[in-house]
């Protein structure tokens, strides 16, 4: 079944993408708001393991739909591409900076900069254009594969499956920087000891 917003219709892949950018800003918010150097670490890899998620699963069910049916859509698309391999490359950076060093926070005002601006065109130019040009049962229809593929497709990287197959071709190196960090979120959520 699907989730309803506050308008009480069924949510779209707008609505899903739009909560998950608040929710990235948000968690730069945090980590901005804590000096505690574990604290910042923690929150920095739940970031990178959210952007991942997300920009593996746009670049599966939506931005293939922007190519299609919106006008001047590949040229969107490979903008929009381009942005996605800035950011893995901001956050292969961020995981390895040590959350005490001055670098660290300046990864984590770089990559603001570079989420916030990609987040905005999305909501102003790409995800007005999908409403226009997509029936809405269409897109809660992609609402739903977006959350599946959130949910299913870091974590099972199977080189047999063909979600996999696709994650590789269209995110490439970091996806196996996203499989660790989920892993070890997944770990420390299942450990009875606490992890
Ligand atoms: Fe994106
Ligand atoms: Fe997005």
Known sequence: MSDTNSAGTNV???????SDHQDMIELIGRIKGTPDGTER????DALIAEVMRHAVAEEMFVYPAIEDH????????EHDKKE???I???????????????????LVHELEGQLTHHAGDEE????????LHIPREKLVE???????????????PHPSAPHSELFHKTVGP?????????????????????G
Do not use: Y
């Open 41 to 44: 670490r923690d929150l920095a």
């Open 88 to 106: 893995v490359k901001l956050m292969k950076r961020l995981e390895k900076a040590e959350a005490g060093e001055q670098e660290f926070m300046e």
């Open 12 to 18: 779209d892949v707008v609505d899903i993408l739009t």
């Open 84 to 86: 996605h391999d800035e």
């Open 174 to 194: 970091g996806v196996g920087m996203v499989d660790r960090i989920l892993d070890k979120l997944t770990h420390r959520h299942t450990d009875p000891k606490g």
């Open 142 to 156: 992609m609402g739903e594969k977006v959350e599946n593929a959130k949910k299913l497709a870091p974590t099972r």
């Open 70 to 77: 919106v006008p001047n859509g590949k040229e969107e698309v």
């Open 124 to 131: 102003s130019e790409q995800f007005p254009k999908l409403r």
